[in-house]
């Protein structure tokens, strides 16, 4: 299976703070990457797929990047309803795998 | 609307079987795989079991759930299932169906969830 890694595993951020997020997986997995935010109680929300494209009705301040290994999911002035549990998918082959997560919380 | 709905809460013991359900609608149901998707509660992280094709029921499972659960489908009623010959503790979670557009690839719509409890 491909081990996907995110770090950090939680951030303390303000609102209007740009962060970065990173998922590097354990083999080459191309742009087969995707992002996804969960809020408490909620199922998973896709961002970002195949590395950097939005999807459709996700703020423009969400941006992907990455390719081959190393992966970022970056958000450019962090807004209250930003704060949650990313994590980074990888679905260049089965099984599919997620990265730990990473929790978003206000500072 | 285009949605996925998944049958309510159990609990169980350990021992017993259970299957859940998940209900598309709104979209062609055969024209997407369905996914589950483990998350134990209070945990951060998220385990994908398997997936299935409504279509022709080919199923590829996870080496880390093969074995311990059986994916199934309806098309005919446009619902999978997920089900358990004998539930462990460690079956506790909650367990969400999502659509895909192939076996691997980003998922565009998840079900609400069905947390599952196995005690005694």
């Known amino acids: 299976d491909i081990q996907m890694t995110q770090s950090p595993t939680s951030l303390s951020a303000s609102v209007g703070d740009r962060v970065t997020i990173t998922c590097r997986a354990s083999?080459?997995?191309?742009?087969?990457l995707n992002w996804y935010q969960q809020k408490p109680g909620e199922a998973p929300k896709v961002l970002i797929y195949?590395?950097?494209s939005l999807q459709f009705g996700v703020p423009f301040r969400f941006t992907g990047s990455g390719s081959g290994t190393d992966f970022t999911l970056t958000i450019s002035g962090l807004q209250p309803e930003d704060f949650a549990t990313y994590y980074c998918?990888?679905?260049?082959?089965?099984?599919?795998?997620f990265g730990g997560g990473t929790k978003v919380e206000i500072k | 609307e285009v949605q996925l709905v998944q049958s309510g809460a159990e609990m169980k013991k350990p021992g017993e079987s259970l299957k859940i359900s998940c209900q598309g609608s709104?979209?062609?149901?055969?024209?997407?795989?369905i996914a589950w998707v483990r998350q134990v509660p209070g945990r951060q992280g998220l385990e994908w079991m398997g997936?299935?094709?409504?279509?022709?029921?080919?199923?590829i499972y996870s080496p880390s759930f093969q074995g311990r659960v059986t994916l199934s489908v309806d098309k005919s009623i446009n619902t999978a299932y997920l089900q358990w010959g004998s539930l462990q503790a460690s079956d506790t979670a909650i367990y969400f169906c999502?659509?895909?557009?192939?076996?691997?690839?980003?998922?565009?719509?998840w079900g609400r969830g069905v947390l599952v409890t196995v005690s005694s």
């Open positions: 999502a659509r895909s557009y192939t076996s691997a690839s980003h998922i565009d719509l």
């Open positions: 709104g979209y062609s149901f055969t024209n997407y795989w």
């Open positions: 997936v299935i094709s409504p279509a022709d029921s080919n199923t």
């Open positions: 083999q080459s997995i191309s742009r087969y």
């Open positions: 195949t590395a950097s």
């Open positions: 998918q990888q679905t260049y082959e089965t099984p599919v795998t």
